[in-house]
Structure formats: structure tokens, C-alpha cells
């Protein structure tokens, strides 16, 4: 749901990077491949977030020095991936997620209503 919001905003995606407990199941990454029909790469550094939090400051530190060094150089230097756990997507499986998914899509539909904003009419 998420997903198709950055993609309806007109980002595109070739990859997606995947970090946390899930990176370490190989099912969870073959999943997350085929249901986004990309491929998925862990990265080589396990602590994902502690990483990318020490690429923010060395940028932002970069940049207060007057470096415009832009983030995606810095990540292209310092991310790599392990080649071992990476996913490419088995086309035979998307249609099942797509089912699955515009079930959850219609079902999202018809409780939506019940958390609209209350309406201005006084209580029982």
C-alpha cells in the first residue's frame, strides 16, 4: 500500500534493499521479491540502521564543511551487498500476490468508513 503511494507520486524502484530480522530468511526475502517483483539485496553491514544513521552524519557533517557530496555518492562508496543473499523475483508467483493483494485492497475499501472523521451530528 505504501509501495504504490511512492509509485503513484512517480518514483521508481530497481531494487530494494532489504534490512532487519527479515533479511536473514531466505523465504522472507524470496517473498518480498515476488511480491514486488524486484529484486531484493541485504546489505553486507547487518546493522542497517546504525549504518545508515553514520551516513547521515557523514554526510551532514560534509555538508557543513561545504562538501556537496551527494548521498547517493556516499552510498555507492560505503553500502555493499552480499551477493549470497540476494532475490530476484519468480514471475509465476505474482499473480497469487495480486489476488491477495486486491483482496486486502477491497477490504481496506470497507472498513475505511468506520475511521472516517466522526461527522458533526450530536451523540445518541
Known sequence: YGYDAFVSAGMAFERIVLTGG???SAAWRQLVADVFGLP???PAQSEGAAFGAALQALWALG???GDATPMAALTAAHVATDPALACTPDPAR???YQAAYRRFLDHLDAVR???AAPSSSPPL
Open 22 to 24: 527479515g533479511a536473514n
Open 40 to 42: 531484493v539485496d541485504v
Open 63 to 65: 555538508r557543513a564543511q
Open 94 to 96: 505474482a499473480p497469487a
Open 113 to 115: 468508513p468506520l475511521y
